[in-house]
């Protein structure tokens, strides 16, 4: 049995996920890249038609503009969602986490989950966290920082005899 306690993942360990779910995270991109590659065509078509009339760099600034306003409004709604998710009642609560071979429990003052490793269809392990994939929009995040050395090898050897024995995402292709 591993027991973390006072795990709490900050926003960078709350990133999204970037593989594991097959086409989810590519269709995920389309409706947010394809505006600016219309933007592109658009300007690539209209240079070609219109040719010299046209100021130079007129079409290359409204791209570079229009992709400086994207990353700028990508980090509002990070910004937004981070300071929202810390004035919710669980917003940044510590909670414990217990794995044994049967289940995973997490466990805060305001809930409590159990996860049998059946429904996990994989736990990926990254530079800095252990990440549970149990559906697509959830994936709970267990951060490497707030564990020992002996709790990170003794959570790789359960992954592993949980995976040996079947139980790990059990029927998932």
């Known amino acids: ?13 709350r990133r999204a996920v970037q593989g594991g779910w097959g086409a989810v995270h590519w269709v995920a991109c389309i409706p947010q890249y394809i505006p600016l590659i219309a933007l592109a065509v658009f300007g690539a078509t209209v240079n070609v038609m219109v040719g010299d009339i046209l100021p130079p760099f007129l079409t290359s600034g409204f791209l570079i503009g229009t992709l400086i306003v ?9 910004t937004v969602m ?72 003794a959570m790789k050897a359960l992954v592993a005899d949980v995976t040996a024995s079947g139980r790990l995402g059990r029927g998932v292709d």
């Open 82 to 153: 981070a300071r929202e998710a810390a004035k919710s009642p669980a917003g940044g609560t510590h909670c414990r986490w217990t794995l044994d071979l049967q289940s995973i429990r997490i466990d805060n003052e305001l809930m409590s989950s159990v996860i049998d490793w059946a429904a996990v269809k994989a736990v990926r392990e990254e530079h800095d966290r252990f990440l549970l994939l149990i559906a697509p929009m959830n994936n709970p995040v267990l951060p490497k920082r707030q564990m020992t050395a002996e709790q990170i090898v």
């Open 1 to 13: 049995m591993i027991e973390v306690d006072h795990a709490c993942p900050n926003a960078r360990e």
């Open 70 to 78: 994207w990353w700028l409004g990508a980090l509002l709604v990070q």
